[in-house]
């Protein structure tokens, strides 16, 4: 899937130039046991997943909790995770290379696509999803309905691997999809969009 970002055209006489954007990443380095429940709360707000995703993304630290957020963005995130006892940095994921204008930096990252579902596993796929997209059990039981449709975009490898086999064994069919960071802002935003609608 091709998503032409803001700026960006299919052609033309200046074919080779491209609108860049930089785009960054929140770590989650380290937290203070006892603001454990705290983080946790707050990665769920930042992230959108569920309860238990976003536990065992905190325990996982040192991890990267959010890709593809901009520079103002990361800061705020980095800085509201300080205040709650954790330590965070903001890294960033694409940049330009030197005298080399076109070369990139480029981080792939994943989507996973619902493709199809066992109706009489329909029950247990809605659950799934719901706990994978952290929407609610309406959105989550629409989005089913609707495959094939992509779940969710921006997933690292290990996560669209692990979801992917869960959707596997309650009868639903999925893939992994990659998409380069190039391509993600204008993907994650979709993503959303997807979702609410």
């Known amino acids: 899937m ?46 959108g997943v569920g309860l238990k995703d976003a536990k065992e993304l905190v325990e996982k630290a040192p991890t990267v909790v959010k890709t593809g957020v901009s520079k103002k963005e990361g800061e705020d995130i980095v800085e509201k995770l300080k205040e709650i006892g954790a330590k965070a940095v903001l890294e960033l994921v694409e940049k330009a290379l030197g005298a080399n204008e076109g070369a990139k930096v480029e981080k792939t ?26 929407v609610g059990l309406r959105e989550a039981k629409e989005l089913v309905e609707k495959a094939p449709t992509v779940l969710k975009t921006g997933v690292s490898k290990e996560e669209g691997e692990e979801f992917v ?32 609608y």
């Not at 960006?8 to 130039?17: I, L, P, V």
């Not at 893939?175 to 969009?193: G, K």
């Open 2 to 47: 091709r998503v032409l970002r803001d700026g960006q055209s299919g052609g033309g006489a200046n074919e080779g130039a491209k609108a860049e954007k930089t785009v960054f990443e929140v770590k989650l380095e380290s937290f203070e046991a006892c603001a454990k429940i705290k983080i946790i709360m707050e990665v769920r707000r930042i992230t």
């Open 109 to 134: 990252v994943f989507e996973v696509t619902l493709e199809s579902f066992d109706p009489c596993a329909k029950i247990r796929t809605i659950k799934e999803v719901r706990i994978f997209t952290g």
């Open 165 to 196: 086999e869960k959707l596997k064994a309650v009868g639903a069919k999925a893939v992994l999809e990659s998409v380069t960071v190039s391509e993600f802002p204008c993907l994650f935003w979709y993503s959303l969009f997807h979702l609410a």
